[in-house]
T-cell receptor
Framework: GAVVSQHPSRVICKSGTSVKIECRSL??????MFWYRQFPKQSLMLMAT?????????EQGVEKDKFLINHASLTLSTLTVTSAHPEDSSFYIC?????????????FGEGSRLTVL | AQTVTQSQPEMSVQEAETVTLSCTYD???????LFWYKQPPSRQMILVIR??????QNATENRFSVNFQKAAKSFSLKISDSQLGDAAMYFC???????????FGKGTRLSVIA
């Protein structure tokens, strides 16, 4: 199947700093990537849809100025958590649909665990 | 809007036995797909099985099979000959056709007892 890689897998930062998480499609081009957030023992909640060459589409309740998404190329989308606070601590997962996939499944990155002190 | 409901927060099964995880969904679309994903402690999302709504035949993948009841909007997962490595969170998910995101249920934590 298609491979999606996410980096870093773990990051710890101080409150008030910004953190960038990268999501790459390694063996295919992804015009669209999806960013999810997962709190402990909870399900995956869609944050935003990242579109190559255009603005991301954010879900209701997600602050676009807090969670900056850039999809500058067909293989890379980045999520920047700006002025991070402890409540932003969470597990962030990116995903993309593989090339020519007709069955609709998403391939997921390994996830990034963000801890804000 | 799509919704996916998993009513079993936790389930347990004896090793080598069979367990069924429940999932119901709601969608107004006629063309959609359903999935079961496994999330082990590593938190990597792993596709277990997929079902296209237009297919009447239930999908199977080795020890994993589904009972897809389209009229009832039910999509349960059966795991046969359960193994210790099957212990994980299992998420049911749906998506409409097109390049749209998956909608997930709340998940079922499966424990396998040796």
């Amino acid at each position: 199947g298609a491979v999606v890689s996410q980096h870093p897998s773990r990051v710890i930062c101080k409150s008030g700093t910004s953190v960038k998480i990268e999501c790459r499609s390694l063996d295919f081009q992804a015009t669209t990537m999806f960013w999810y957030r997962q709190f402990p023992k909870q399900s995956l909640m869609l944050m935003a849809t990242s579109n190559e060459g255009s603005k991301a589409t954010y879900e209701q309740g997600v602050e676009k100025d807090k969670f900056l998404i850039n999809h500058a190329s067909l293989t890379l989308s980045t999520l920047t958590v700006t002025s991070a606070h402890p409540e932003d601590s969470s597990f962030y997962i990116c995903s993309a649909r593989g090339p020519g996939t007709s069955a609709g499944e998403l391939f997921f990155g390994e996830g990034s665990r963000l801890t804000v002190l | 809007a799509q919704t996916v409901t998993q009513s079993q927060p936790e389930m347990s099964v004896q090793e080598a036995e069979t367990v069924t995880l429940s999932c119901t969904y709601d969608t107004s679309e006629s063309d959609y797909y359903l999935f079961w994903y496994k999330q082990p402690p590593s938190r990597q999302m792993i596709l277990v099985i997929r079902q296209e709504a237009y297919k009447q035949q239930n999908a199977t993948e080795n020890r994993f099979s589904v009972n897809f009841q389209k009229a009832a909007k039910s999509f349960s997962l059966k795991i046969s000959d359960s193994q210790l490595g099957d212990a994980a969170m299992y998420f049911c998910a749906s998506v409409n056709s097109g390049n749209t995101p998956l909608v997930f249920g709340k998940g079922t934590r499966l424990s396998v007892i040796a």
